[in-house]
């Protein structure tokens, strides 16, 4: 199915292909790459300037197209849509004030047993919820670190150190 122009969709069409492009844009930028960078580490499947004309919403995205761009982002198809009108764009971002661990995700995925398995999944839940997919790192909150003390089975307290322990706390 080819790509769409927008120009002769209507306003509200418009508008939604521009927030399809916002969330393409956040995506490719929390996983630090240029336009440039997808192009060349995709063998060229997406090229930079049809790349930057989706994120602008000057052209739409065929559904085909938009789960291979997931695919190669490595992320869920629905983090490629903006969330509906009554949602915020905010909610569930991580703010980084309240924070105060933050766990190498690189480390975690070379490490293998029950723990290192729930504690992926529960990661993994977390990144879903705060639509945060760098892939090399995560930062939770206090709330967050009593549910890996359980995983850890361990006080809360002790749940930074065991971390640490375990080579996952960053700068701690």
């Known amino acids: 199915m080819p790509d769409i122009d927008l120009t002769g969709d209507s306003d509200e069409d418009a ?8 969330r393409l844009r956040a995506i490719r930028r929390q996983k630090r790459m240029s336009l440039q960078d997808v192009e060349a580490e995709s063998s ?3 090229k930079a300037s049809v790349l930057g004309a989706y994120e602008r919403g000057e ?4 559904v085909p ?11 869920p198809v629905s983090q490629l849509l903006p969330r509906s009108d009554d949602e915020s764009e905010l909610e569930g971002v991580d703010s980084r004030e309240d924070s105060n661990v933050t766990i190498d995700l690189t480390r975690l995925e070379s490490m293998q047993g029950s723990d290192a398995a729930m504690l992926t999944r529960y990661l993994s839940m977390i990144q879903m919820q705060r639509q ?13 670190l009593r549910a890996i003390a359980c995983i850890l089975d361990t006080s809360v307290d002790s749940a930074s150190t065991r971390l640490s322990d375990l080579g996952l706390r960053l700068g701690g």
Request: glycine content about 8%.
């Open 59 to 62: 052209r739409a995205i065929s």
């Open 15 to 22: 508008a939604y292909g521009k927030r399809v492009g916002e």
């Open 65 to 75: 197209r938009l789960h291979r761009l997931a695919k190669f982002y490595n992320v």
């Open 44 to 46: 060229h499947e997406f």
């Open 132 to 144: 945060d997919f760098n892939g090399r790192m995560l930062t939770i909150r206090r709330d967050d």
